[in-house]
């Protein structure tokens, strides 16, 4: 057997979960096991962090099955964006539906995620692209929260794309945005963190700044889309300003690896949409892992170009596309997505003190996780030290 360490694992473990904690972490034999007010037997099974979803844009209406037949006939995600289609088709279908519409079409997907046992969810507005709508978007991702029970974590991405009504006046947008759709988005309390994009089809890197620094006079935590589709310098903007991640980053430099590195930020890795746009360019993982920045996964669901909903394909796909390790893949999907959303005191690791989300993996090896595709070998989840189903532990 391969050496096991770098999942820092332990054989024979108990943990008593008290309230929605993790109180105590030892051996099975230990008092503290066998004076639980109640004890199960997990038999033998894996158990990880919940797993967290440190980057989606789950909260759409509609579906974008023409693009992907245009793009089989050879036509590419940006010249279908620059033609109206892409972001834009979504945010005519999302403005469209009513609030009660968006949770019922969402719905599906956030149950497909919790049955392989996440957890957590960071949720992107962007859709919407103006108060109204942006505003609609997050109260769906916030009453996913309360009527699921799972952690949601809100992102403002209101500079996702230019809006129609704005063409040739990106400038009045951006302007819009900082002065009044985020604030009111804000004031709701509807706002944990906010992000943007920077790429040649949305916003440069100026702009991306302007919204950065307005979320940071608010005091809300930033992170950034950059270098998806080039290189426009993106990361190192948002890392000087101290951004919780960078995503995408198929096309930063190696040279600015660094600044990450300087910043603490964490460089979320998207291995779906680098499948489904059939790119090429890899992001620099060597230079990541030699400088140690700390990489995330995340399913990036999205129904352009990332229409999947399993961070355990993205988990596979991460090692087969990126040659992540089975480690490090299991690593982004729970402590480095954890850091990510700036939650690492909380969750992210089977720790003392931290919440208890704990999942139950019918699986002799932890790299069986990213091995096998299509499978879901969950057989329970514990989230904030409550059962969300525990049928599979019989
Ligand atoms: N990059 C992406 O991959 C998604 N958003 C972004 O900024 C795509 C969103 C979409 O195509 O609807
Ligand atoms: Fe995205």
Avoid at 75 to 85: C, Q
Wanted: glycine residues 8%; charged residues 25%.
């Amino acid at each position: 057997m391969r050496d096991e360490s770098g999942y820092g694992l332990q054989r024979q473990a108990a943990l008593l979960v008290d309230g929605d904690g993790i109180a105590w972490i030892g051996n099975s034999d230990e008092r503290s096991a066998r004076d639980a007010d109640e004890v199960i037997d997990c038999r033998n099974r894996l158990l990880t962090p919940g797993l967290i979803d440190c980057h989606t844009h789950l909260v759409y209406a509609g579906d974008r099955a023409d693009e992907f037949e245009l793009r089989l006939e050879g036509a590419s995600y940006a010249e279908i964006a620059a033609r109206g289609g892409g972001i834009v088709s979504t945010v005519n279908a999302t403005r469209a539906a009513s609030e009660q519409t968006l949770f019922d079409e969402t719905l599906p997907r956030v149950k497909a995620l919790m049955d392989e046992g996440v957890t957590t969810l960071e949720i992107k507005s962007g859709y919407g692209l103006d108060s109204d709508n942006e505003i609609k978007m997050l109260r769906v991702a916030a009453k996913l929260e309360s009527e699921l029970g799972l952690r949601v974590r809100k992102t403002f991405l209101g500079a996702h794309a230019l809006p129609p009504e704005y063409d040739g006046r990106a400038d009045d947008y951006i302007a819009l945005l900082c002065e009044e759709m985020l604030p009111r988005a804000h004031a709701e309390g509807l706002v944990d963190a906010v992000d943007v994009f920077i790429e040649s089809i949305a916003f440069d890197v100026e702009q991306g700044e302007r919204v950065l620094a307005r979320a940071q006079q608010l005091g809300l935590p930033v992170k950034a889309h950059v270098e998806q589709l080039s290189d426009l310098g993106g990361a190192v903007m948002a890392a000087k300003r101290g951004a919780l991640s960078v995503d995408h980053i198929e096309y930063l430099a190696v040279e600015d690896v660094a600044s990450l590195a300087a910043a603490g930020t964490v460089a979320v890795l998207l291995p779906g949409a680098f499948y489904v746009l059939r790119e090429n360019q890899m992001p620099p993982v060597a230079a990541l892992r030699e400088q140690r920045v700390p990489m995330a996964l995340a399913t990036d669901a999205n129904p352009g170009s990332s229409p999947l909903h399993s961070l355990l394909l993205i988990m596979n796909m991460a090692c087969t596309l990126f040659r992540l390790t089975p480690a490090e893949a299991l690593r982004g999907v729970t402590i480095n997505a954890a850091r990510a959303l700036g939650m690492e005191r909380e969750i992210g690791s089977l720790e003392v003190g931290k919440q208890a989300d704990i999942v139950l993996w019918d699986v002799e090896r932890p790299s069986m996780l990213s091995y096998r595709v299509g499978v879901n070998p969950c057989a329970a989840v514990m989230q904030a030290g409550r059962w969300r189903n525990s049928e599979g532990l019989s």
